[in-house]
């Protein structure tokens, strides 16, 4: 089996496409979506339009909850805040019955799909530091875990014989061999708005058989999705950062 995994999309239909036909290239037969499919981003609902079609295991992420009145915006930055409000409103009564229906973890043997951390997941908590990937890797009983949040990749390896130690790899795209470790949590980065300075769109790819796990970049039309930011009257800054990944 060969697992796709979007993550943070943010409305970025132009990252989302690029991203799609790569992974299409790469023989994905199982979709998945680790949340975050709005906010920031100026076509919210084509990115859930996208997602419904290729039949996303998908699970909610901070900003599809605010966007549902279920989470207190006051937590966010202001960009972010704003970009909630521009959202909210705009969402068709589909797209706000679709994101009802998330749920915060989804199981799916062989993987576990979740937006922060398996620790606490109503907490949107992130996965950034070899602690918090314990706290997450405490709570993970499939082989392989699932999750976003940060907008930057990175992969953690436990055996179940050594569960505090850690082999970590970090990197904006790499290719990883999982073979002979019982737990793997991937932070797969983000399509829509990558944080790690590297401004091309991520995905991960697994590949069950062969036991490998990617993350991998590609390039897209940064500044057509800049142009309809401002065109849409979203805040300068969630154009800018596009170009530089932050
Ligand atoms: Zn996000």
Known sequence: MRIGILGDIHGNVEALRAVVAAMQKDGVDTWVQVGDIVG????PSTCIDIVRELGCVTCLGNHDAAVLGLLDTSYFNNF???AIHWTTP???????QFLRSLQLVVKRPPFTVVHGSLHMP???GYVITQVE????LEQQDTRLCFVGHSHVPSIYLRRDSAPTEIRVDPSSEFEVSYQGYDRV??????VGQPRDEDP?????LVDTDREIAWVKR???DIAGVQRKIREAGLPEVLANRLALGV
């Open 90 to 96: 705009r969402m068709r009564p589909s797209d706000l």
């Open 185 to 190: 949590l991937m932070n797969v980065g983000s």
């Open 80 to 82: 972010a805040r704003a």
């Open 40 to 43: 920031y981003g100026p076509e």
């Open 122 to 124: 109503d907490q949107f």
């Open 133 to 136: 990937a314990i706290d997450s």
């Open 200 to 204: 091309r769109a991520a995905y991960g």
């Open 218 to 220: 590609v390039h897209y």
